[in-house]
């Protein structure tokens, strides 16, 4: 059974769930950049107590989760460990690494392969591409679905509760061309369907377009997506979407037979 937490969050009946739910909001509060972060900056990222920050902290030291540096504390070499055992469609992302760099090399663009977590994509892999520009994207990181071209391909695919719960949601504006309606997302997705290649034109940043497509299992549902990624002022999304959706289609009988 799940409840809601004091802080507002879902979460495991009673104490257990609370002390989880404020593990883990310490170790999400550290961001990409941080080499070390003290316990009063974490308590003010959380809006924790410093006092319970300070508590649960040491706890997370004595587990190797985090190392204590001075009076700051850094991600622990145990936490990175248990990451690269927890990195999901592990066997996915080697496999599928030399068809990616592949694509790299012919579009000379930025290329992704993602997965859908809730209501965001997570990005598995990110090939930096020479012509590209320096999007946010990053191994490991998020991005709301509705605003990206492999979350608009996973989705096309994706159970039709799974679409009404990332609706439900909200569609926040990342920029002024992102598609914040019901309607218009949803007919975007069915086009996505009838021809297997997912756009994205300036909506999860000025500037940015993408191209990407799903990688199906044997029963046609969406397991990840691609894409190539690049300016909007020098990529033709219609040019690079064949060679995007070969790959995720070679990419997809892998998916098949496992």
Same mark, same amino acid.
């Given at each position: 059974?799940?409840t809601?937490?004091?802080?507002? *969050? ?5 104490a @257990? ?5 404020? /593990? ?6 550290? $961001?990409?950049?941080?080499? *070390? ?8 990222? *959380? ?21 204590? @540096? ?7 070499? $145990? ?12 066997g996915? #992302? ?16 930025t290329?992704?392969?993602? /997965?859908?977590e ?6 598995? @892999? ?7 520009p320096?999007?946010?994207s990053r %191994?490991?990181?998020r ?10 391909a %996973? ?6 509760p799974l /679409?009404?719960? #990332? %609706?439900?949601a909200?569609?926040p504006r ?9 309607g218009?997302l949803?007919?975007q997705?069915?086009?996505? $369907? ?6 994205e034109?300036?909506?999860?940043? /000025?500037?940015?377009?993408?191209a990407?497509s ?6 046609g ?15 033709r999304?219609? $040019? ?10 070679a ?8």
């Open positions: 059974m799940r809601t937490g004091r802080n507002g *969050t879902d979460g495991i009946d009673g @257990d769930g609370l002390v989880t739910a404020r /593990v883990a909001a310490i170790l999400g509060a550290f $961001r990409p950049g941080d080499d *070390t972060v003290g316990v009063s900056e974490l308590a003010r990222r *959380t809006g924790l107590a410093k006092t319970t920050v300070h508590r649960l902290t040491r706890h997370l030291c004595a587990a190797g989760l985090l190392e204590p @540096d001075g009076t700051a504390l850094r991600l622990g070499l $145990r936490l990175f460990e248990i990451g690269q055992l927890a990195v999901r469609r592990r996915l #992302v080697e496999a599928a690494r030399p068809s990616l760099a592949d694509l790299r090399e012919a579009t000379r663009n290329v992704h392969l993602a /997965v859908l809730g209501t965001e994509v997570v990005y598995l @892999d990110v090939l930096r591409g020479p012509d590209a320096d999007v946010p %191994i490991g990181g991005f709301p679905a509705h605003a990206t071209g492999v979350g608009k %996973i989705l096309a695919f994706s159970a039709e /679409v009404a719960q #990332v %609706i439900a909200g569609l990342l920029s002024p061309r992102t598609i914040t309606a019901p218009l949803r007919r997705l069915a086009r996505v $369907r009838a021809e297997g290649v997912s756009f034109r300036e909506e999860s940043g /000025v500037g940015v377009v993408c990407a799903p990688l199906l299992d044997a029963s549902a969406a397991v990840a997506a691609i894409s190539a990624t690049g300016w909007a002022t020098r990529m999304t219609e $040019r690079v979407a064949p060679a995007v959706r070969t790959v995720a289609l990419l997809s009988r892998l998916c098949a037979e496992t």
